[in-house]
């Protein structure tokens, strides 16, 4: 089983960044493939960025494409997601989670991810 635990939200203005953090328990990290969604108000969750394993390969959703960028560092079991460029339509919960495999294939369904964080709320302001 993994815990994971998002921090690093909060309030920013529209052109602003962020770094979120994702801390994840246990010592299988680098087992997991990785991934970032988001919820915002009155929507459904979808699918933010994804990291494979070792890191080598990623995954972003078009709408956050060049702006965001995910990462993970094995070695700290954590995994990030820096966010520029930051819109006022990012806004939302942000939740970070986590698979052993890919269901179907996919690194963009949520059936992929078993593990889920609490979330972590971000705010652009405009």
């Known amino acids: 089983q993994v815990k994971l635990v998002e921090s690093g939200g909060g309030l920013v203005q529209a052109g602003g960044s962020l770094r979120l953090s994702c801390a994840a328990s246990?010592?299988?990290?680098?087992?997991?493939?990785m991934g970032w969604f988001r919820q915002a108000p009155g929507k459904e969750r979808e699918f933010v960025t994804a990291i494979s394993w070792s890191g080598d390969n990623t995954y972003y959703a078009d709408s956050v494409k060049g702006r965001f960028t995910i990462s993970r560092d094995n070695a700290k079991n954590t995994l990030y997601l820096q966010m520029n460029s930051l819109k006022p339509e990012d806004t939302a919960v942000y939740y970070c989670?986590?698979?052993?495999?890919?269901?179907?294939?996919?690194?963009?369904?949520?059936?992929?991810?078993?593990?889920w964080g609490q979330g972590t709320q971000v705010t652009v302001s405009s």
């Open positions: 246990g010592r299988t990290f680098s087992s997991y493939a």
């Open positions: 989670a986590a698979g052993l495999t890919l269901y179907g294939g996919s690194w963009y369904s949520e059936r992929t991810y078993t593990y």
